[in-house]
């Protein structure tokens, strides 16, 4: 298509390719819808591209003529191999939307299921069909389906994954989980009713409800209110380091650790969190990751539950556990760095004895520490690794192990 002289008007001004579906906003531009609704709506953006103008009306009209244009010129250069666009199917209405919710609503278990289907089909359309099922309460009632199926398969103990009551609330999940609603959408999900159900699923369901449980779960706890993430149950770490163990998906591994990372930031989560065995899981999977992020976020949530005591002690009573975080520092990236100097700064501040001091001598804590003050990595670290070695020098001063030209560096 490179060698084809394209009509400029053809061509989407954010993404710079033919569109495939016009769309023209209420400040007259006409771009391809799927651009533009990842601008609007997976971007947050409130203004045009192009004009700057400010969006009161987000309404989206198909460009018809346009549309037919580009495929009439498409027919033209089929010889070329230019492929004539199919023509798009159209956003669904909301009273198409609300119709399917009530005949959901108090329909039999298979009646639901297709139902849900169909409301599958239509989020999966475009973006708009999203916003608009958002807009029509679509979040709240599959939130309600879920909360009650799960419910009724508890009572009765029907929890294998051919039930009819877990495969509503499978497709339930699936759907809540692709219409990536917004900030208040996911604000008006959050209650203690279904971050129990979704726990409950965690616990019980396949491994892709699971995967969607813990991914809308993150997603939850990102804009929950301070009270909310308080008080989360111990439950919902057990199933979150269970999820961490079992290694479902990437997606659900980096959400379980987005997910403690949130709620470890309040101090009585943190407590739950080593009482659910995260500290020693996190110390294996910070062993086998070369994943960056993942890295970076395993060692935050570290960082977290040692300042607290059952945390450090948990971390000293694994055997790779200094060792691993030793070896982070300067290998990952700033942050992850100035997060383990942290860690090592936690433990020898409040938790050190002279055997702790001795491990890190053998294990070559102090020559990392060293290290880093002769690199560049960052103020903060180089001020924590400083107190640390002023914090043991008598231990460690004559130490055999410390290489002859970091001596200079060793505080006086």
Not at 28 to 48: L, P
Not at 57 to 67: Q, S
Not at 115 to 133: D, E, F, V
Not at 226 to 238: G, N, R, V
Request: proline fraction near 4%; include cysteine; hydrophobic fraction near 40%.
């Amino acid at each position: 298509m490179a060698e084809i002289e394209v009509p400029p008007y053809f061509v989407c001004p954010i993404s710079l390719e033919i569109m495939k579906d016009p769309v023209t906003m209420s400040t007259g531009i006409t771009y391809d819808r799927d651009s533009i609704e990842k601008w609007i709506f997976s971007q947050n953006n409130n203004t045009c591209p192009v004009t700057k103008q400010a969006l009161s009306d987000p309404e989206l009209t198909p460009n018809i003529t346009l549309r037919r244009l580009i495929q009439s010129w498409c027919t033209v250069h089929a010889s070329q191999d230019i492929e004539r666009l199919p023509t798009p199917k159209s956003p669904v209405c909301k009273s198409q939307i609300l119709k399917l919710i009530t005949d959901a609503a108090a329909a039999s278990p298979q009646r639901q299921m297709e139902c849900l289907k169909r409301l599958k089909s239509i989020a999966s359309q475009n973006q708009t069909n999203r916003r608009s099922m958002e807009t029509v309460g679509t979040a709240e009632f599959l939130a309600s389906l879920i909360m009650n199926k799960t419910l009724e398969a508890s009572r009765a103990e029907v929890l294998e994954d051919s039930s009819e009551l877990t495969r509503v609330s499978h497709e339930s999940l699936s759907i809540l989980y692709s219409l990536q609603l917004s900030e208040s959408g996911l604000k008006s999900l959050n209650n203690t009713e279904l971050i129990e159900s979704l726990t409950r699923v965690m616990q019980t369901g396949s491994y892709e409800s699971r995967a969607y449980a813990i991914m809308l779960l993150k997603s939850m706890l990102e804009v929950a209110e301070p009270d909310q993430l308080i008080h989360l149950s111990p439950e919902f770490f057990t199933q979150l380091t269970q999820i961490l163990r079992d290694q479902i998906s990437e997606k659900a591994t980096k959400s379980s650790l987005k997910a403690l990372a949130i709620s470890c930031s309040w101090g009585r989560n943190r407590i739950k969190a080593v009482n659910a065995g995260a500290v020693p899981l996190l110390i294996d999977l910070l062993l086998n990751s070369s994943d960056k992020r993942a890295s970076e976020m395993i060692l935050t949530v570290l960082e977290m539950l040692c300042q607290i005591a059952e945390g450090r002690s948990e971390l000293l009573q694994h055997g790779a556990g200094l060792a691993i975080v030793s070896k982070k520092i300067l290998r990952v990236s700033n942050g992850a760095s100035e997060r383990a100097v942290r860690i090592l700064h936690s433990i020898s501040k409040f938790s050190a004895n002279h055997r702790i001091l001795q491990e890190m001598l053998q294990i070559g804590v102090v020559n990392k520490l060293c290290l880093v003050l002769q690199v560049d990595c960052g103020s903060k670290s180089k001020d924590r690794a400083r107190e640390i070695l002023k914090l043991h020098a008598r231990a460690w001063r004559n130490a055999s192990c410390i290489p002859s030209n970091l001596n200079s560096s060793y505080p006086n």
